[in-house]
């Protein structure tokens, strides 16, 4: 199986260059983030729960995200392979999902971190606020508050991925084409 890991903060464009990988490599796409904002639209008790922590732009704790993370990976049947996005954000989901790929006879085959400038980063997150109506996308200082906590809590996950020697990082200033041009000349070496 190709399993990867995308990576990189809030607005780097994990779930744009998603799209281009599952068609590219046929894989599933797995985005924490969609997951939780489709239980917020149906207003189930999962998606209240994200919300109360997404809308301050904190990550969701870690116990909910990975038991939901497992059950959805268990819903394929002989995928090629998965696409993580949003997908671990604090090292205690890296470990989880190490282990629990285990248990399925898979692990992770690389992870892709992009690499992009805060005041982009900022940028295109007030610019996709235009069209998205998310919360955490309208308020500069929730926005700050989601590049803190990334810094915080979730590029260590970095490190994790680089002991095994599975992280490639990739230049994620540019157009969209230029990045995605980057990210499947890197997933087609391997
Ligand atoms: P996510 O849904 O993962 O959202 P994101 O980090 O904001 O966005 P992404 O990097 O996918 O950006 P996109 O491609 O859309 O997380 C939202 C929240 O959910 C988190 O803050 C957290 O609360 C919670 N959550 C999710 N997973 C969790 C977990 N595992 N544990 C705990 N909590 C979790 O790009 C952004 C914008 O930039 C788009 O408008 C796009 O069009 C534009 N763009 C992309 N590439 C561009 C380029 N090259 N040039 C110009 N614009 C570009």
Request: aromatic share 6%; net charge negative.
């Given at each position: 199986?190709?399993?990867i890991v995308l990576f990189g903060p809030p607005g780097a464009g994990k779930g744009t260059q998603s799209?281009r990988l ?61 696409i993580?996005d949003g ?24 992870m892709l971190s992009l690499d992009v400038e805060?005041?982009e980063l900022?940028?295109r ?25 990334y810094?915080?809590?979730t590029s260590?996950?970095k ?8 992280l490639v990082s990739i230049e994620g200033m540019g157009?969209v084409?230029e990045i995605t041009?980057r990210l499947?000349?890197s997933?087609?070496?391997?």
């Amino acid at each position: 199986m190709l399993n990867i890991v995308l990576f990189g903060p809030p607005g780097a464009g994990k779930g744009t260059q998603s799209e281009r990988l599952i068609d590219e490599f046929g894989l599933v796409h797995l985005s924490t983030g969609d997951i939780f904002r489709s239980n917020i639209k149906g207003q189930t008790e999962l998606g209240k729960l994200a919300k109360s922590y997404m809308d301050q732009g904190k990550l969701v704790p870690d116990s909910v995200t990975i038991d939901l993370l497992r059950a959805e990976v268990l819903k394929h049947n002989k995928p090629k392979g998965f696409i993580f996005d949003g997908f671990p954000r604090t090292n205690a989901q890296a470990e989880a999902l190490d282990v629990f790929l285990d248990s399925i006879d898979t692990s992770i085959t690389l992870m892709l971190s992009l690499d992009v400038e805060e005041e982009e980063l900022k940028k295109r997150l007030i610019k996709r606020a235009e069209v998205s109506g998310r919360a955490d996308d309208a308020d500069p200082k929730i926005i700050d508050n989601r590049i803190a906590v990334y810094h915080k809590e979730t590029s260590p996950v970095k490190s994790f991925y680089e002991q095994q020697r599975k992280l490639v990082s990739i230049e994620g200033m540019g157009s969209v084409d230029e990045i995605t041009a980057r990210l499947f000349t890197s997933i087609k070496s391997i």
